[in-house]
């Protein structure tokens, strides 16, 4: 990154502790900074309290629909419709729908920028929040 | 039927006639009864039915014209024969006339008589086959009717629609089920209906009735006649063949097929949410060490002991899933194949209580049981009652705070044994207990942090307990504790 460009800050929300941390790892590894919650009334007041420049969400905490639901608030948001919100699923055969955001029907249902499959292949994470940032 | 003698009737007032003609009939083979007037031949013949009646036209009391038509009205199969030496072509026509079969003039010669009788005697079998045919007609076609009627009666009361049409496409056979489920009001036999069905099932009746060869196999397909998965049913076509083997018509079978829909769907939806619970813990261990394999990636000595030791104890817990999902699957099986002894409730839940000794000292937790009625029996396989309780205490123990209790009650409830276990721990908000039972629900807040679990648990101890058809409430109360109430029809 140049010198001028601020550090971009991602906002993960996820309740497997776990691969919170290990996103966070991974994510800092590549000089962004990352801010952290559990569940979706934290994950509000997070982003909230930072304005993060993007968002990464799980799609199932406390609800099967938890994800969809932070990210719709965060899309109607004033502040958030401006940055992606990524949802990271396992989810893509639950209810034998396979999820996707690339029709445009899709992607009016769900509101979020990219939908990807867990457990993601961090390289491809990346490459779509850079994409993002580097349109920009 | 055995050839019958045939039975003559001799009515004469001619002694020695009548003596000569039975000797001649019996020789002939025939079977004689005489009457020496009329009168007397007439209660004969009231008394016994015969082929053949010969009768003197001219007798002391009654007129044989008279005694011809009595007899003609007593058993008209009877073949009359009227024999007189008062020969006259008026008697003979008028004797004729009254049903008689032949005129015979004394004297005769005894192969005239007996010529007259064959002829007589032929004509009289004639007509007993002609009534047997006509009966067995008359039956027959009631039969067939009584064959008709059982068939509608026994489609009409079959639960699945049925079908039937010819080879082109005519509504053949039809039953009330069918007009059911495919919501039509009336249908005609002789209707084209290959339009009025569902498509689906038109399409399989179609492609019988355009192949060009006979071929036994049977079309299936799964409609869902309607919207909201509210009708599905199972449309399966047959074609029936003619006894040369070409297509007589195809007979559609609709079976309804909804609720068993809805079985096949909380279960796949099960295995789903399986797949998701284990893969998740293995998506984190290889997260873990993928970071630590990644040179790219810096992590401390101490950070990958950290992710190590997180690494197995998230295994440990898919292996306790596992483990867990084979008690389910096991118990599934089992539905069928428990065994069912007399058990006594409190060594149940004493042995439980010692099997899960050192998880109680470790946090300090002093247990209690109190029994409060001598009636402990109930009718049940050990393995389920014990695992029933044995995830209870587990939780009670779990979920408690150090140094706290766990009180056991066991009572009589009317017709069930009331066991409640009680705890003092962190409880639940009433939010998180509607949940409670559901497949992999865990609660998750700052108090439950710590705490390892399937989220099975739970639904174990619910399908045990539905399994005798017994009943568990909930009380609880966040930060002070929770009660489970387990109902189970006493032995």
């Given at each position: 990154m140049s010198v001028h460009e601020k550090i971009k800050k991602i906002m993960l929300v996820d309740d497997d502790i776990d691969l919170l941390e290990q996103h966070k790892i991974l994510l800092e590894s590549k000089g962004y900074k990352i801010v952290t919650a559990e569940n979706v009334?934290?994950?509000?007041?997070?982003?909230?309290?930072?304005?993060?420049?993007?968002?990464?969400?799980?799609?199932?905490?406390?609800?099967?629909?938890?994800?969809?639901?932070l990210c719709h608030r965060i899309k109607r948001d004033s502040y958030g419709k401006t940055i992606p919100v990524f949802i990271l699923t396992s989810a893509t055969y639950i209810t034998g729908f396979k999820f996707g955001s690339s029709t445009?029907?899709?992607?009016?249902?769900?509101?979020?920028?990219?939908?990807?499959?867990?457990?993601?292949?961090?390289?491809?994470?990346?490459?779509?929040?850079?994409?993002?940032?580097?349109?920009? | 039927m055995e050839e019958q003698k045939p039975q003559v009737l001799i009515?004469?007032?001619?002694?020695?006639?009548?003596?000569?003609?039975?000797?001649?009939?019996?020789?002939?083979?025939?079977?004689?009864?005489?009457?020496?007037?009329?009168?007397?031949?007439?209660?004969?013949?009231?008394?016994?039915?015969f082929d053949l009646a010969i009768i003197d036209l001219k007798m002391p009391d009654l007129d044989g014209i008279e005694v011809l038509k009595e007899i003609r009205r007593i058993s008209p199969g009877t073949i009359c024969f009227i024999v007189t030496a008062y020969a006259s072509y008026e008697t003979a026509i008028e004797s004729t006339k009254l049903g008689a079969y032949s005129y015979i003039p004394k004297p005769f010669a005894p192969e005239e008589l007996l010529l007259q009788l064959r002829k007589?005697?032929?004509?009289?079998?004639?007509?007993?086959?002609?009534?047997?045919?006509?009966?067995?007609?008359?039956?027959?076609?009631?039969?067939?009717?009584?064959?008709?009627?059982?068939?509608k009666t026994i489609l009409n009361s079959l639960t699945e629609g049925t079908i039937v049409v010819n080879r082109t496409g005519e509504l053949v056979l039809y039953n009330s089920s069918a007009l059911k489920y495919l919501d039509l009001h009336e249908i005609f036999i002789g209707d084209v209906i290959l339009d009025i069905l569902p498509s689906e099932i038109s399409a399989m009746i179609k492609k019988f009735i355009d192949s060009h060869e006979y071929n036994s196999k049977s079309y299936s397909t799964q409609i869902e006649l309607r919207p909201g998965k509210e009708l599905i049913v199972e449309a399966t076509c047959s074609p029936v063949p003619h006894p040369d083997g070409s297509l007589a018509g195809v007979v559609t079978?609709?079976?309804?097929?909804?609720?068993?829909?809805?079985?096949?769907?909380?279960?796949?939806?099960?295995?789903?949410?399986?797949?998701?619970?284990?893969?998740?813990?293995?998506?984190?261990?290889?997260?873990?060490?993928?970071?630590i394999?990644?040179?790219?990636?810096?992590?401390?000595?101490?950070?990958?002991?950290?992710?190590?030791?997180?690494?197995?104890?998230?295994?440990?817990?898919?292996?306790?899933?596992?483990?867990?999902?084979?008690d389910i699957s096991r118990m599934e099986l089992k539905k069928t194949q428990k065994e069912i002894r007399e058990l006594d409730i409190q060594s149940i839940l004493q042995s439980t209580i010692e099997f899960l000794e050192f998880e109680l000292k470790k946090k300090n937790i002093t247990v209690s049981l109190k029994i409060e009625t001598t009636e402990l029996n109930l009718k049940a396989d050990q393995n389920d009652i014990t695992?029933?309780?044995?995830?209870?205490?587990?939780?009670?123990?779990?979920?408690?705070?150090?140094?706290?209790?766990?009180?056991?009650s066991i009572s009589k409830h009317g017709s069930y044994l009331l066991t409640k276990v009680s705890d003092t721990g962190i409880g639940m908000k009433p939010e998180e207990k509607i949940k409670l039972f559901r497949e992999f629900s865990r609660i998750k807040n700052e108090k439950t942090r710590g705490i390892s679990g399937t989220g099975l648990g739970l639904s174990i101890v619910k399908r045990i307990v539905d399994s005798y058809a017994g009943k568990i409430n909930v009380d609880s109360e966040y930060n002070t504790g929770t009660t489970f109430s387990v109902f189970l029809p006493a032995g």
């Open positions: 009334e934290d994950g509000w007041a997070l982003f909230k309290k930072e304005k993060p420049d993007a968002c990464v969400l799980d799609l199932i905490m406390e609800e099967h629909d938890s994800g969809f639901i445009n029907e899709e992607k009016e249902w769900i509101k979020c920028d990219a939908l990807l499959n867990k457990p993601i292949v961090f390289e491809d994470l990346l490459q779509k929040i850079e994409a993002f940032f580097d349109v920009e | 009515i004469d007032d001619e002694r020695g006639l009548r003596l000569v003609t039975k000797r001649l009939l019996e020789s002939e083979g025939y079977g004689c009864d005489v009457a020496e007037n009329g009168t007397n031949g007439i209660s004969i013949a009231r008394s016994k039915e007589g005697y032929e004509k009289r079998l004639l007509m007993l086959e002609a009534e047997k045919l006509k009966k067995e007609r008359e039956e027959r076609l009631l039969e067939i009717t009584y064959e008709k009627t059982r068939l079978v609709i079976r309804n097929i909804t609720e068993s829909k809805k079985v096949e769907d909380i279960k796949s939806q099960f295995v789903s949410m399986v797949a998701h619970e284990l893969k998740t813990p293995v998506a984190a261990v290889l997260g873990f060490i993928q970071i394999l990644d040179e790219k990636v810096f992590v401390t000595a101490e950070q990958e002991k950290d992710f190590l030791t997180r690494s197995y104890n998230r295994l440990q817990g898919l292996v306790a899933m596992v483990n867990d999902l084979l695992r029933l309780f044995t995830n209870l205490l587990s939780n009670a123990i779990k979920y408690n705070n150090d140094d706290g209790a766990i009180n056991i």
